[in-house]
């Protein structure tokens, strides 16, 4: 009995502790989801502090975004490592150091968060969810709003298809 009781008390801390028994990564944060109503992106950020962790998860998984709705990257800069022997590119790596992206989001929304903390660092990953309907509600506005645009699109096929997809 004496041993049973030494065992739940060593154990009891290890299981209350969540190291066996803790929140296991959800699938969501490797396998992004896919539909065919909604864009997905998974956002990670990591920080001492929780609250900018969280923004730097929700601007990562804004620009995941951005990058699925078909962008314009206004610049980019890139760093080009080269190992070069007897005259030969044996090895070359290309870094994108930084890039802008411009895209319009519209109605997006956190559907999961999941948070840990280890070592003082709060690492928080977010799935962001976008209507793509919202996209082409954007653009049939956009192109409502200039007549001339409007006149030449009106009858197209493309512009038939956006307003299925905006219903």
């Given at each position: 009995m004496k041993r049973i009781?030494?065992?739940?008390?060593?154990?009891?801390p290890i299981f209350t502790s969540g190291q066996i028994?803790?929140?296991?990564?959800?699938?969501?944060?490797?396998n992004t989801p896919k539909s065919s109503e909604n864009y997905y992106a998974v956002g990670e950020g990591s920080s001492a502090t929780l609250d900018v962790a969280e923004r730097k998860a929700?601007?990562?998984?804004?620009?995941?975004?951005a990058e699925?709705?078909?962008?314009?990257?206004?610049t980019e800069t890139t760093r080009f490592e080269n190992v070069v022997r007897n005259n030969k590119l044996l090895k070359e790596k290309v870094y994108t150091m930084r890039k802008t992206v411009v895209a319009s989001l519209h109605d997006t929304r956190i559907v999961e968060q999941y948070s840990k903390e280890k070592n003082g660092v709060h690492t928080v990953y977010l799935l962001v969810e976008m209507p793509k309907k919202s996209i082409a509600?954007?653009?049939?506005?956009?192109?409502?709003?200039?007549?001339?645009?409007h006149r030449a699109l009106?009858?197209?096929?493309?512009?038939?298809?956006?307003?299925?997809?905006?219903?």
């Open positions: 009781l030494a065992l739940i008390i060593i154990l009891l028994l803790g929140k296991r990564t959800p699938d969501w944060v490797k929700r601007l990562n998984a804004n620009v995941k975004l699925q709705v078909g962008p314009v990257v206004k509600q954007s653009i049939i506005s956009q192109v409502n709003n200039d007549k001339d645009l009106a009858g197209s096929k493309a512009y038939k298809k956006l307003l299925a997809e905006a219903k």
